[in-house]
Every structure is written in C-alpha cells, then in structure tokens.
C-alpha cells in the first residue's frame, strides 16, 4: 500500500497562463496548490498555431515544481498521453544549480526505465523517431519555504520536445492527436503528472541506472484543452532551444549508475490497449 497515494490523486490541477518573462512564452498551465513543502506541481505549454487542424509532433513545455527544502529536492515529471504505463514519460530534477532531464518508459506501475532501452536508442523507427528534448532555460532556486512563500525552493525548465506525441518501444506504439477529432466538440490531451519528495540518489546519471523512488507528492491525469494552447510565435520560439539537456554533464559510465536498484517486482508485458482504458480519468 502507498501511503497517501488517495490524497495525492485527489489534488485538482488549476488552469492560469503563466508568462515567461525573459522569453515572453505565455504558456496555457495546469498546477496544484503548494502548502509547507508539498505539492506545487506547474506543467505548462504551447503548440504550433495549426495544431487543432493538423497533429502537432512536438510543443515547447514548462515544468516548474516546489522542493520540500534546499537538500529534499525532489522530482517531477508528465505522461504524455495520461498513463504511467506504456507513454513516454519525462522526468526532471535540480542537480548541480541546472535541471537535468530523462525519458523514461515501462509497461506497467514499476519503476521506469530508460525510454528507448539500455542505450536509449532501441525501439524507434522512421514513423515513430525517437524523442528529442532541447532547453531554452532551467533556473533553480533553493531558498527556504516560509509560510508566507511556501514554494519558494522550487527547480523550473523550459524546453522543446519533438517527436513528443508518439512513440514506440518494442511492439507498443501510440499517437495523440492534438487535431480536432470528427464528433468533438474540442480538441482535448489527456496528460499525467507526478512530483517526488525526493530527488535520484546518483543525480548525474540520466540513464538505465538512475535510481529515484515513488510520486509521493502527488500524481493523476486531467484533460489539457487544446483550444487556448496555440500561438503564433511558436516558431520563433524554438529558436530559443539551444542548450544539450543536462548540459551534456550526465554521467552514465560512473560506477554509482552501474549499481540498479532491483525492481520492485518483475516487469510484466505491455498492457493491451482496452486494458488501459481501465484506468480512471478524473477532469
Ligand atoms: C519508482 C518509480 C515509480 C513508481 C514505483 C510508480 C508507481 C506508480 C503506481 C503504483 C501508480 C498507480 C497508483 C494508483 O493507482 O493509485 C502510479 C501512477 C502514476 N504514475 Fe508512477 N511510479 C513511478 C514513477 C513515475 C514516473 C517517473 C512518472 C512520470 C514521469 C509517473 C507517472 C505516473 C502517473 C501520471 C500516474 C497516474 C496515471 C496512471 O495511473 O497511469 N510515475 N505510479
């Protein structure tokens, strides 16, 4: 049993615009309310301005999420189509005053591995190409939670993910659409998020070996609509996309990513599509 995993489930995601000031991105965001260290997830983002007319393949994004303190770092992370199991997953991290950042992917509620397998390579052909994440900024600030400024100590980046909205890894593969589809009356994402109290234990190592534990700060899914989340801008915008994720600083051949932590329990096989209809979908 996790504890608190009810609760966290519970927590209502609050739709705003948030405008970045150094970039002017005025991202359409989702967030939960922060209180004395816990919770304060934000994930923003915006869409090519033909998005509702012809599936997007990617989108600039921000994540920005509340740490307990300046050592309980944390982690946060999206599903990209709302499920943990079997969507492309990003997570993200403060390490050494930068975020650092992996894709992750597993077939069912353990703890995910590398997107891609071992090397990270595996698993995508020319209809499915491997994801591709790029940072316009990540800022971390580590400056103690008050009651007056509960989410003070927060880690916060800004990137553009291409080829985000399908995937494939092994026999499973999926697509969201960001189009309208016939018979909707609007275009709408399903999403998932998660937040962890606490940070990877071997930060540097952004691969198959990074060993981090459970969402205990929360975690669900919600209906992102897509009828505000264009922008005409978006273009230019990507051109602000210029730093290598983790600033080209993971460390992945050092022994403390050597040792994987053993799972949980053995992974069993992707689920079926009608079996993640299963899931429950609160909006
Ligand atoms: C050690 C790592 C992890 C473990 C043990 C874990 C475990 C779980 C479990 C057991 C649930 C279902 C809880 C319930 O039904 O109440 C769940 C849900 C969820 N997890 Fe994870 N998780 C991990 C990492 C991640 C990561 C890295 C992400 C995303 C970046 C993620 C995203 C989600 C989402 C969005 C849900 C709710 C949607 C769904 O049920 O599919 N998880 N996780």
Not at 176 to 193: F, K, R, Y
Not at 221 to 246: C, D, F, H, I, M
């Amino acid at each position: 049993m996790l504890a608190g995993s009810a609760a966290a489930q519970d927590l209502t995601l609050s739709l705003s615009i948030y405008t970045d000031a150094k970039t002017g991105i005025n991202f359409t965001n989702w967030g939960t309310p922060g209180a004395n260290g816990a919770g304060a997830f934000n994930f923003g983002f915006v869409l090519p301005p033909d998005a509702l007319q012809k599936d997007a393949t990617e989108y600039i994004g921000r994540l920005q999420c509340q740490s307990s303190n300046a050592s309980t770092t944390g982690w946060c992370g999206i599903a990209h189509g709302g499920h943990m199991p079997s969507d492309l997953l990003l997570m993200v991290w403060p390490y050494n005053g930068h975020v650092y950042t992996s894709f992750r992917f597993v077939g069912d509620y353990f703890k995910p591995s590398l997107f891609g397998g071992e090397t990270g390579s595996n698993g995508t052909s020319a209809a499915f190409p491997a994801p591709v994440l790029s940072v316009i900024s990540t800022a971390v600030s580590t400056a103690a939670n008050t009651t007056a400024n509960a989410s003070s100590s927060f880690y916060e980046i800004i990137y553009r993910c291409q080829n985000c909205w399908s995937w494939q890894q092994g026999s499973y593969n999926e697509s969201v659409h960001t189009a309208l589809q016939p018979g909707d009356a609007e275009s709408v994402l399903v999403l998932g998020w998660a937040q962890a109290t606490k940070g990877p234990t071997n930060p540097a190592c952004t691969g198959n070996g990074l060993n981090f534990g459970f969402h205990d700060s929360g975690y669900g899914q919600w209906g992102a609509s897509l009828s505000n989340a264009t922008r005409t801008g978006y273009e230019a915008w990507t051109k602000l996309a210029t730093q290598v994720p983790n600033l080209g600083g993971s460390n992945d051949t050092a022994a403390s990513c050597q040792a994987k932590a053993a799972p949980s329990a053995a992974p069993s096989a992707v689920p079926t599509a009608a079996a993640r209809r299963t899931v429950k979908v609160d909006w």
